[in-house]
């Protein structure tokens, strides 16, 4: 036979599955149905597991793992069927936010920054709010603190770099406290070589350990000469600015060279040149600003093999984009993770209302932490 015969072949099969498709998920929304009325859950992983057993073994032995694999989506996509239309706490808490969320954004706030002024989080912050009034902290504890007691309304967190990475201290900290995400920003960082006197010789730096991480090669190409982390490219600034040191320098932005009288030595010393950083905007409380078409989650999943797995396959079910995976070890449980997820869908979709009301049911534990725009 020629390609378009056995084309035509594959044509005829691929109606009938479409077929038996359709009539194995109608079959499978009688199940849920019938599994409502007697107060069954709708997961029963016994039942799977034998199910599973039992295609391997009817399967050619060339075929068995291609079996497993297509029978734990279907079974993916049968629950997804069952459980539409199903209504949760955290269903009926995003849409009361939803609802009593102001339709604009706030021009004025008491917004948390970590660092002093200068810093790359008051610039950010200068990006969502018209009018802020800036509380700054030593540390990424105290935003998080400032949130919690309600001494600040919102607070700024550097979240991950385009360069350097995740800002791995801040995803520990979201393991530990209670917020919701409801803004987002990105800015572009160009780090300068600062100094009190363009004609000192440089024998110490000072910087954030991120900037650090994003001018790594430069400072390789300085030879011997002591980096040293502080707390902020701000902070590092202000320290060159007060010393009576003038064989040091510090990795901050061009506005602390004005804001502290530091002469540039070099302009934007980061190893690439598209250096964007990612902030994020927190609350106390769940606010949702019309225009959200980003969620963020994280979740603890069962320690065994195909747990990601299946919260992937949801996300693929629904057509949900995946725009971050990140995992961060928890404290005191060995080989344990928290799992970190960005995701692309509108708030106002149903996919992600459906997801919002599943999702929960395959976790060990699992956290919505907001959906939110983000301000280019």
């Not at 149905?33 to 034998?50: S, T, W």
């Not at 057993?53 to 291609?66: F, W």
């Not at 900290?173 to 960082?189: A, E, G, Q, W």
């Not at 927190?282 to 069962?302: E, H, R, Y």
Request: proline share 3%.
């Amino acid at each position: 036979m020629n390609l378009e015969e056995y084309r035509k072949q594959i044509d005829v099969v691929d109606d009938e599955i479409v077929r038996l498709f359709q009539e194995r998920m109608d079959i499978a929304a009688k199940i849920a149905a019938y599994k409502k009325e007697q107060g069954i859950a709708i997961l029963q992983p016994a039942r799977e597991r034998a199910k599973l057993a039992e295609i391997s073994e009817k399967s050619r032995e060339d075929m068995q793992s291609y079996m497993r694999v297509l029978y734990s989506l279907l079974f993916e996509l049968s629950r997804t069927y069952q459980e539409k239309g199903n209504r949760t706490e955290l269903f009926y808490k995003i849409e009361d936010a939803i609802e009593h969320t102001p339709r604009l954004f706030p021009q004025s706030a008491t917004v948390a920054c970590q660092g002093v002024e200068g810093a790359y989080s008051q610039i950010a912050c200068e990006k969502l709010f018209k009018n802020p009034q800036i509380q700054y902290f030593r540390n990424f504890e105290g935003i998080f603190a400032a949130i919690e007691s309600g001494f600040c309304q919102y607070g700024i967190l550097p979240i991950e770099n385009s360069t350097a990475g995740s800002v791995k201290k801040v995803y520990d900290l979201m393991i530990k406290h209670n917020f919701s995400i409801v803004r987002s920003t990105r800015m572009k960082v160009d780090h300068c070589l600062l100094a009190r006197s363009s004609h000192s010789e440089i024998k110490e730096i000072f910087s954030h350990e991120q900037a650090i991480a994003q001018c790594a090669g430069f400072l390789k190409s300085l030879g011997n000469v002591k980096v040293t982390v502080c707390e902020n490219t701000a902070v590092a600034a202000q320290l060159v600015a007060q010393s009576e040191r003038t064989d040091i320098a510090a990795l901050s932005s061009r506005y602390c060279a004005e804001l502290y009288n530091l002469r540039i030595l070099k302009n934007a010393v980061q190893d690439g040149g598209n250096n964007h950083t990612r902030f994020l905007c927190i609350s106390k409380n769940t606010q949702i600003f019309p225009g959200a078409d980003k969620t963020s989650i994280m979740m603890v999943l069962p320690h065994k093999p195909g747990a990601l797995y299946k919260v992937l396959a949801r996300l693929y079910a629904l057509d949900i984009n995946l725009l971050k995976l990140e995992s961060r070890p928890l404290p005191e449980r060995d080989f344990e993770f928290m799992f970190y997820l960005d995701l692309e869908t509108s708030v106002y979709s149903d996919e992600f209302v459906q997801l919002m009301c599943e999702i929960g049911g395959i976790c060990e534990e699992f956290k919505y932490l907001g959906s939110y725009s983000e301000v280019v």
